[in-house]
């Protein structure tokens, strides 16, 4: 049974430019959640997704977007990258959110983002 | 506002002896806690979670953590270190009743060092 699965693992980008992260959850889950976790602290919630829809968003500016596909599966786009954007961004899944005793949030490798 | 405080930048401790990891939340109602931990270029492993019923519960790898509420704290224990349990370790909380969604809270993270 295949983990939360990221990719990439590794990105470098420049200033201004776009990048887009991609999450597969875990099977069985329908609910993902992304974090950024930069250097030295805990990760901080972006959003989540759920049933294709942003369910709930921190305290991250417009220029972090997502999506949700029909398998599950999610993508994190950041626009106009900042240096402050580098950090290792994690993808968390879950299963029926509504039944809390059930919730887990299994988290992925992460992709290391290096903004230059 | 919900928060979590870990107050402990870093904790050494000898193989063989008795670890704890620290934690204090806030949060308005019952808090619903977990331990995370996270090896060197990795994401985050699931490790145990209070949600309610008996105070002290048990998780992977031989750990344990302790619920108190009078205390507002869930500290994490293991009886016997492992060098292999040398790691970034994280608290976490998820609010009550946040609108059904499962936003987690981290603390700053306490990385432990079990030194042979």
């Known amino acids: 049974d295949a983990g939360v699965t990221q990719s990439p693992t590794h990105l470098i980008k420049t200033r201004g430019q776009q990048v887009t992260l991609r999450c597969s959850p875990k099977s069985g889950h329908d609910t993902v959640s992304w974090y950024q976790q930069a250097l030295g602290q805990g990760p901080q919630f972006i959003f989540q997704y759920y049933e294709e829809e942003e369910r709930q968003r921190g305290n991250f500016p417009d220029r972090f977007s997502g999506h949700q596909f029909p398998n599950y599966s999610s993508e994190l786009n950041v626009n106009a990258l900042l240096l402050g954007d580098s950090a290792l961004y994690l993808c968390a899944s879950s299963h029926d959110p509504t039944d809390i005793t059930q919730e887990t949030q299994y988290f992925g490798p992460g992709t290391r983002l290096l903004v230059l | 506002a919900q928060s979590v405080a870990q107050p402990e930048d870093q904790v050494n401790v000898a193989e063989g002896n008795p670890l704890t990891v620290k934690c204090t939340y806030s949060?308005?109602?019952?808090?619903?806690l977990f331990w995370y931990v996270q090896y060197p270029n990795r994401g985050l492993q699931f490790l145990l979670k209070?949600?309610?019923?008996?105070?002290l519960v048990k998780g992977s790898y031989g750990f344990e953590a302790e619920f108190n509420k009078s205390q507002t704290s869930f500290h994490l224990k293991k009886p016997s270190a492992l060098v292999s349990d040398s790691a970034l370790y994280f608290c976490?909380?998820?609010?009550?009743?946040?609108?059904?969604?499962?936003?987690?809270?981290f603390g700053a993270g306490t990385r432990l060092a079990v030194h042979p």
């Open positions: 209070y949600i309610t019923g008996d105070n």
């Open positions: 949060v308005s109602g019952n808090p619903y």
């Open positions: 976490a909380v998820r609010a009550p009743f946040s609108g059904g969604y499962n936003k987690l809270i």
